[in-house]
């Protein structure tokens, strides 16, 4: 059980480039989203999903796509990066059933664009 | 709109000081819940405990211990006797029963450093 997964770990890319960061669980997980985290700001959500073939806006989507086609996976989309997207992003899942459930965070991307 | 704050962005304390931090919430929904998480230096984020809003009473579980207030929209958490593992940033977070998804919205965080 590897729980959630992430890759790359590490990403630069130049002003322009675009790229997809990787999410993966193998936790039957319904809720899956993306966050992510600037010095002093604490995480902030991008998008989410509740479900295979729905996603919806988080609080700062703007410059990201998602889509999740599968339970397990659920790529976020840089499709033109800027400077302002160098962050650290998070991948969560849970299991649904409301907000009781803890979110099982994987261990992030460093994203530095240039 | 929910809203999490984290006063204290930087706590220094010396191995063995109890250290406390500060979460202060905002929400107009009467159901939510609250989380603690950790993120040690080496970046991930370790979850620590989850309150529902029904539920005030405090909790310890080993030298953690969460006090949470309504009254005051208030979900502090301390640490007793300190250990230099303990340093790490602390967020709390909130998610709203409302909320679909599992939506969480974080405080800023609090950095605790642990001298020996």
């Known amino acids: 059980n590897a729980g959630v997964t992430q890759t790359p770990k590490f990403q630069v890319l130049k002003t322009g480039q675009s790229m997809t960061l990787q999410c993966a669980q193998d936790?039957?997980?319904?809720?899956m989203s993306w966050y992510r985290q600037d010095p002093g700001m604490g995480l902030r959500l991008i998008h989410y999903?509740?479900?295979?073939?729905?996603?919806d806006q988080g609080e700062v989507p703007n410059g990201y796509n998602v889509s999740r086609s599968t339970t397990e996976d659920f790529p976020l989309r840089l499709l033109s990066a800027a400077p302002s997207q160098t962050s650290v992003y998070f991948c969560a899942s849970g299991s649904g059933g409301g907000p009781v459930d803890e979110q099982f965070f994987g261990p992030g991307t460093r994203l530095t664009v240039l | 709109a929910q809203k999490v704050t984290q006063a204290q962005t930087e706590i220094s304390v010396v191995e063995k000081e109890d250290v406390t931090l500060d979460c202060v919430y905002e929400?107009?929904?009467?159901?939510?819940?609250l989380f603690w998480y950790k993120q040690p230096p080496s970046g991930e984020l370790v979850f620590l405990i989850r309150?529902?809003?029904?539920?005030?009473q405090n909790e310890i579980s080993g030298r953690y211990s969460w006090n949470f207030q309504k009254s005051t929209s208030s979900f502090n958490f301390t640490i007793t006797a300190s250990q230099v593992v303990d340093s790490a940033v602390y967020f709390c977070a909130l998610s709203e029963a409302r909320a679909a998804g599992n939506k969480l919205t974080f405080g800023g965080g609090t950095r605790v450093l642990v001298k020996p």
């Open positions: 999903s509740v479900g295979a073939g729905i996603t």
């Open positions: 929400t107009r929904d009467t159901t939510y819940y």
């Open positions: 936790m039957n997980h319904e809720y």
């Open positions: 309150r529902n809003s029904f539920d005030e």
